[in-house]
């Protein structure tokens, strides 16, 4: 995921000098801080919770002879039951930020597991809109506080628990909706399984190094490399405002590629939200097709083209969740991780996480309504940004590959447009001074 520039040889064999074994150790650590993803499911289409809670929108799902199959579930409030999760974790995000900085990414895992456990309760017991909300908001907080656990390539792992979990999710949706009337609160309260996961995992392990560094924990950092990895982090002790360095012209490239446009344009697991909508649209489409061929038959007038265009569907959604699967879904998390510094690492993913969540939650919010006024235009409208997504990664994103986390500034320094924005910075050529020496001490 990359392009507007190559990795040089020399960057290539410098970065072996930040190369580290990987141990059972670090894998449990990459685990356990991934098992955040494995947090995201619903419940919303199963018939006990529509009764329950969305009467109206179960009547409507029910008896469609009046309505659109577009709009069948166009409510406000319902889509407010999702999109306030990920609006909690937009806003839990800078929180924990400052928690993970002063106190340690395992306080941060332990933190989001107790919010998460606490949500599942509230939601499993919800008897009124007000606890599921209130449940959501604290399983929000949980997924805001367990992005920050994890970065690098084992941050594709955060991706593969969140589809997993929502795999796991509608599985389990499967056999408990058959569990009159009380199987959505079995689904919904099973959602504590991985945060208690989570938490006692997070219990056993100790802090990552660069985290230790930042507190001022060097000798401690150093014993736990010998367990963990070999990462290179001095420079991140010495941080003071990393939000404030964001807006540096040295830093700026990754403000807008990492932090802004990333998250923005790929959306993040909202894909993975609209992707199910599209499905299930899909699957309504389809039947529709199957219905209207009948009819033909029936009709004595056979249209063969039906069968092409109900296989041109299933083969079109079908491209689509593969193509996210290995693209845009785990590296719209990796890459962002990966180009920014150590001075700005904490404060940068917590900008990723924010932006991702707010146009999560905004397309969990209004997707539904979009659907029912565009209809099949809404689709068209994605397309257009995938073009652009495209557009802007050719043109704005060099290649990261076997470039080490302290050497990502030259990348910057050599691309076609962000070289001008990065000698504006006084303080660049000190600071390639600086990562020169070092280099040069490692291949000592």
């Known amino acids: 995921m990359g392009g507007g520039g190559f990795v040089g040889t020399e960057a290539a064999k410098r970065a072996e000098l930040y190369e580290g074994r990987i141990t059972g150790y670090f894998i449990l650590a990459c685990v ?16 006990d919770f529509l009764k329950e809670f969305f009467p109206t929108v179960y009547r409507r799902k029910q008896a469609h002879r009046h309505e659109s199959d577009y709009c069948k579930y166009d409510n406000q409030v319902l889509t407010l039951f999702t999109s306030s999760l990920y609006f909690a974790a937009l806003v839990s995000t800078f929180g924990a ?28 017991g919800a008897v009124n809109i007000f606890m599921l909300i209130a449940g959501r908001i604290l399983l929000g907080f949980g997924i805001g506080f367990g992005n920050q656990a994890i970065r690098g390539a084992v941050n594709q792992l955060f991706q593969l628990t969140t589809v ?29 399984v991985p945060a208690i996961l989570m938490f006692v995992g997070g219990a056993f392990l100790p802090e990552t190094p660069n985290s230790l560094v930042e507190q001022g924990k060097l000798e401690e950092a150093r014993r736990i490399l010998e367990k963990d990895r070999n990462e290179a982090s001095d420079a991140a002790r010495a941080v003071k405002h990393p939000f404030r360095n964001h807006l540096k012209p040295r830093n700026r490239p990754q403000l807008i590629i990492g932090a802004l446009a990333i998250p923005a344009l790929g959306m993040g697991s909202g894909a993975a939200l609209y992707s199910n909508i599209i499905s299930g649209s899909m699957l309504v489409i389809g039947a529709l097709v199957s219905i209207a061929e009948v009819l033909v038959h029936r009709s004595r007038h ?54 991702n969540m707010f146009f999560t939650a905004a397309i969990a919010q209004c997707f539904l309504a979009m659907l029912c006024h565009m209809k099949w235009g809404v689709f068209i409208l994605f397309a257009g940004l995938i073009v652009t997504m495209s557009l802007f990664i050719i043109l704005l994103l060099p290649e990261t590959k076997q470039v080490p986390i302290e050497e990502m500034s030259q990348l910057w320094q050599k691309h076609w447009y962000w070289k001008h924005i990065v000698s504006k910075d006084p303080d660049r050529t000190a600071q390639s001074q600086q990562q020169g020496k070092r280099a040069a001490a490692g291949e000592a």
């Open 32 to 47: 356990v801080g991934s098992l955040g993803g494995s947090l995201f499911g619903g419940v919303t289409a199963m018939d």
């Open 97 to 124: 930020s400052l928690v993970t900085r002063k106190y340690g990414r395992r306080t941060s895992i332990m933190s989001g597991a107790v919010s998460f456990f606490l949500g599942s309760a509230i939601n499993a």
């Open 164 to 192: 997993s979990g929502i795999l796991v999710a509608d599985v389990i949706n499967y056999f408990t909706e058959k569990l009159h009337p009380w199987g959505w609160r079995l689904s919904l309260g099973l959602a504590v």
């Open 302 to 355: 056979p249209n063969d083209s039906l069968h092409g265009l109900a296989a041109t569907l299933v083969i079109a959604i079908c491209a689509f969740v593969v193509s996210y699967g290995w693209s845009w879904g785990p590296l719209g998390w990796l890459v962002p991780s990966e180009i920014f510094p150590l001075e700005t690492r904490s404060a940068g993913q917590s900008i990723v996480v924010c932006v």
